[in-house]
């Protein structure tokens, strides 16, 4: 620990989220004591109804949980994903296009490997929960907020909402899209909202669905089935807002039957298990993750669409290659808010994180609609990737976070040293 100098922890983190969570073990296993700011009532994030979504984590996230300790806890829960349908589907011209996307797992160059891994919200919660209470250097204080702060040369005075305040050579803001670390510290945001919600609902079925995840692209939007554990899936359906409103308002039973037309038979008979959740969509970056003394990881520097699952996938990176810089930093001397550190952490993650939110702009706006000239090139473009093996190969890589330069908890190494 490099905790001195009146300092009440090395690193403050606004935000106790999973990414927040997350950051806080890794900072934690370098060695360095953490206090974590969180506004939430453990009582309600922990419930099983707070959170109905699922995350489809790449395998590169997985190895950093399971390198940071939580591997027997999210073992026990996660189901592999072990091939990919990408598939183009227009309900209205005779169901979904022959011409699709394959991937198999066992074409990976880690074939043991699957291709990523489904778990739900509320496991991953308590699993995290669960790791931070074990570690005695992350001191977690909720339900609390940051509600100012002020710096200078050697760290950051950070005020709390019941008057009291904490100092650490670093404030990090992990606090979500309406981030207030990142407005207090005047970085401004580039975005837009989409008008389409995501419902998200588990569903129990029939057919056991062999680790298969189904991405059809429809006119209104991805329509995503993720396999879960048992007999059992999680959907992400886009739809328009009122569509959207009008589908989450229904009965159960009209609500299986709307579901019924783009899910259709292969896994046999369908039934709810559980609430059904409306999630507005928007894209938002930060025009920096970094200021003096301040880093932005996770939602407060990004927030894109849900195309693909990648939202979490690339704040768990920032975490992975934050704690990396921050530890070794550190270890040569340096506090962990140096602006060396920083500047290195932003050159590390800026790039990817930005071409990931365009990625998928174009990548919506390529396959949400219906002209016949686009509807035709991405069908062919779909069956022209899918039948050149190293670009299949290539795409499945990207997407389990195994490209480029990887942090060493995404490679399953321990940041201890």
Not at 181 to 199: D, K, L, N, S
Not at 287 to 303: K, N, Q, T, V
Not at 368 to 387: C, E, I, K, M
Request: charged letters at 20%.
């Amino acid at each position: 620990m490099v905790m001195s100098n009146g300092f009440d922890a090395d690193v403050i983190l606004g935000g106790g989220g999973l990414v927040g969570q997350t950051l806080a073990l890794a900072l934690d296993q370098a060695g360095l004591s953490v206090a974590v700011i969180d506004a939430s009532k453990p009582a309600e994030t922990l419930a099983p109804a707070f959170d109905g979504r699922a995350f489809a984590i790449a395998f590169a996230s997985y190895r950093m949980w399971r390198a940071l300790g939580l591997g027997e806890a999210l073992d026990a829960v996660a189901q592999p994903i072990r091939q990919i349908l990408v598939t183009d589907g227009d309900l209205t011209r005779g169901g979904p296009s022959p011409l699709y996307l394959h991937f198999d797992g066992a074409e990976q160059e880690e074939p043991d490997e699957p291709l990523g891994l489904m778990l739900e919200a509320r496991h991953v919660r308590q699993a995290l929960d669960a790791a931070v209470k074990r570690r005695p250097s992350i001191r977690m204080i909720q339900p609390m907020s940051v509600s100012g702060f002020e710096r200078d040369a050697a760290g950051v005075w950070v005020a709390l909402a019941d008057g009291s305040s904490l100092r650490a050579p670093l404030l990090i803001g992990a606090d979500g899209r309406r981030s207030f670390v990142r407005e207090a510290a005047g970085i401004r945001t580039i975005g837009w909202q989409y008008p389409v919600t995501a419902i998200a609902a588990t569903i129990a079925h029939e057919k056991p669905h062999e680790g298969v995840a189904h991405e059809y692209f429809l006119p209104a939007g991805p329509f995503a089935i993720l396999p879960l554990k048992g007999e059992r899936a999680n959907i992400v359906w886009a739809e328009p807002r009122a569509a959207a409103e009008a589908l989450l308002a229904m009965s159960e039973e009209d609500f299986l039957a709307e579901l019924r037309l783009r899910f259709g038979d292969f896994l046999g008979r369908l039934s709810l298990e559980g609430p059904r959740f409306g999630y507005p969509l928007s894209m938002q970056l930060a025009e920096r993750m970094i200021d003096d003394r301040i880093a932005l990881a996770g939602d407060s520097a990004h927030g894109i669409h849900p195309l693909a699952g990648q939202g979490l996938n690339l704040g768990l990176k920032d975490c992975a290659a934050l704690a990396e810089c921050i530890a070794d930093g550190v270890a040569v001397g340096l506090d962990p808010g140096d602006v060396s550190i920083l500047e290195r952490y932003q050159r590390w993650r800026r790039f990817d994180n930005t071409t990931m939110a365009l990625g998928m702009e174009a990548f919506d706006k390529l396959f949400s609609n219906s002209l016949p000239p686009l509807r035709t090139a991405r069908r062919v473009g779909l069956a022209a990737v899918n039948a050149v093996g190293p670009a299949r190969r290539f795409f499945m890589k990207y997407a389990g976070g195994a490209a480029g330069d990887l942090p060493k908890l995404l490679r399953g190494e321990s940041l201890a040293a």
